[in-house]
């Protein structure tokens, strides 16, 4: 079974500018939460997604937004880029269904901004 | 408000023996807890998990012991390998899929 992808790998952005993300989740896995790790503040939760609906929000600004498809992948989209923006985006890929808590998660999308 | 500790910035152990993994949490409402192994640039690797109704699971080298009333859990590696040499995450979660993330212990296994 394939895992968790996610695009692009690498992504150069400047101030102000907008950055959309992208993630398959795992085949039948129907939940996709996306984190930001920076080395400052470690893995942060920024929001989850299931059956196309925001389930769980973490505390981030509102310049940070996604969107659940019907086949479940998920975009994220981060407006008006800051320098604090910079960051490795991790996507998690789990069934949702609230029995099970596992979560798997993609390489990761490397997000610079100058 | 760090809610999920892992105290231990790094940790050695030679291979064959025990490795041990610490984790506090301070929320008694966390009821799933998650352990993940990290390679620089690569995404976690999921490892073991652990619900609040077990005080033990285990999966192969891998062990994670939960104390509710400590609210402690730990990781134990048995026996290491040098390609566990990795960094560890512990993370907590209250019956929904946003968990918090403890801050990682590098642990680092000598050959």
């Known amino acids: 079974k394939a895992g968790v992808t996610q695009t692009p790998r690498y992504l150069i952005k400047t101030r102000g500018q907008q950055v959309t993300l992208s993630c398959s989740p795992i085949?039948?896995?129907?939940?996709v939460s996306w984190y930001q790790q920076t080395p400052g503040q470690g893995l942060q939760f920024l929001f989850e997604y299931f059956s196309e609906t925001q389930r769980n929000k973490g505390n981030f600004p509102g310049r940070f937004s996604g969107r659940q498809f019907s086949n479940s992948r998920s975009e994220m989209n981060v407006s008006t880029l800051e320098l604090g923006d910079s960051a490795l985006y991790l996507c998690?890929?789990?069934?949702?269904?609230?029995?099970?808590?596992?979560?798997?998660f993609g390489p990761g999308t490397r997000l610079t901004v100058t | 408000d760090q809610q999920v500790k892992q105290n231990s910035p790094s940790l050695s152990v030679q291979e064959g023996r025990i490795s041990i993994l610490n984790c506090d949490y301070t929320?008694?409402?966390?009821?799933?807890f998650l352990w993940y192994k990290k390679y620089p640039a690569e995404g976690p690797t999921f490892l073991i998990s652990?619900?609040?109704?077990?005080d033990k699971n285990e999966d192969g080298r891998f062990t994670v012991f939960l104390n509710k009333s400590a609210k402690h859990l730990s990781l134990h590696i048995v026996p290491s390998q040098p390609g566990d040499s990795a960094v560890y995450f512990c993370?907590?979660?209250?019956?929904?899929?946003?968990?918090?993330f403890g801050t990682g212990t590098r642990l680092k296994v000598l050959a």
């Open positions: 929320n008694s409402m966390f009821d799933y």
């Open positions: 085949s039948g896995h129907r939940s």
């Open positions: 993370a907590a979660s209250k019956g929904t899929y946003k968990y918090i």
């Open positions: 652990i619900s609040s109704i077990k």
């Open positions: 998690a890929s789990s069934l949702g269904d609230r029995k099970t808590y596992e979560q798997y």
